[in-house]
């Protein structure tokens, strides 16, 4: 499941979704790691930036690794069978509750301008799309709350998973109409 979850956030990052440059780790505190943890997290890095598709940068990856493993911690992520007792990842079978998925969204949102990034990704894919005016649609029409149920329905298939996705590819399409530029 942390390989769909995290392929499914390379999706949305890399407008996949049928239609992020900020480091915000600045914005955070910092994450104070053991060295069974910091082993942990940049496994987790790793295979994050690995299936973001390039989306993501090292230092959001990590970010991000680094903010999930301490909210978290490393007995909760093996009892989601995220990690072995080992400290290998298993990222074929892992169990995200809500509660873990929000972890999850947090530490994501909290290293990732999400709007930001998603609009830059979407702007290097069309050239007549206005990367400010996407940007400002996107952090209105999907903020951050938005963001956070679509991926904790993702991860946990909730009931109104598909009815989200579905919100969010709307809302996504709605905001690339209105910032294309008007052609000369």
């Known amino acids: 499941m942390f390989k769909a979850a995290s392929a499914a956030l390379g999706a949305l990052l890399a407008v996949t979704l049928t239609a992020c440059g900020s480091d915000k780790s600045d914005d955070k505190d910092e994450a104070t790691l053991t060295a069974p943890e910091k082993a942990v997290a940049a496994k987790i890095a790793k295979a994050f ?16 690794a680094e ?19 080992d400290g290998e990842l298993n990222q074929a079978s892992p169990s995200f509750d809500a ?22 990704e979407i702007a290097k894919s069309d050239e007549n799309i206005d990367v400010k ?3 400002t649609c996107l952090a209105e029409e999907m903020p ?13 298939q909730s009931e109104d998973a598909t009815t989200l996705g579905e919100d969010s590819t709307e809302k996504l399409t709605d905001c690339k109409t209105k910032a294309t530029k008007a052609e000369k």
């Open 67 to 85: 903010s999930f493993v301490d909210k978290v911690g490393l007995e909760e992520l093996e009892s989601a069978k995220l990690i072995t007792e």
């Open 99 to 120: 509660e873990i998925s929000g972890q999850f969204a947090d530490a994501f949102l909290g290293c990732v301008d999400y709007t930001q990034r998603q609009a830059e």
């Open 49 to 64: 930036g690995e299936q973001s598709s390039g989306a993501l940068t090292d230092t959001e990856s990590t970010c991000f």
């Open 133 to 135: 005016a996407l940007e």
């Open 144 to 156: 951050n709350s938005f963001v956070k149920k679509l991926i904790v329905a993702s991860q946990t």
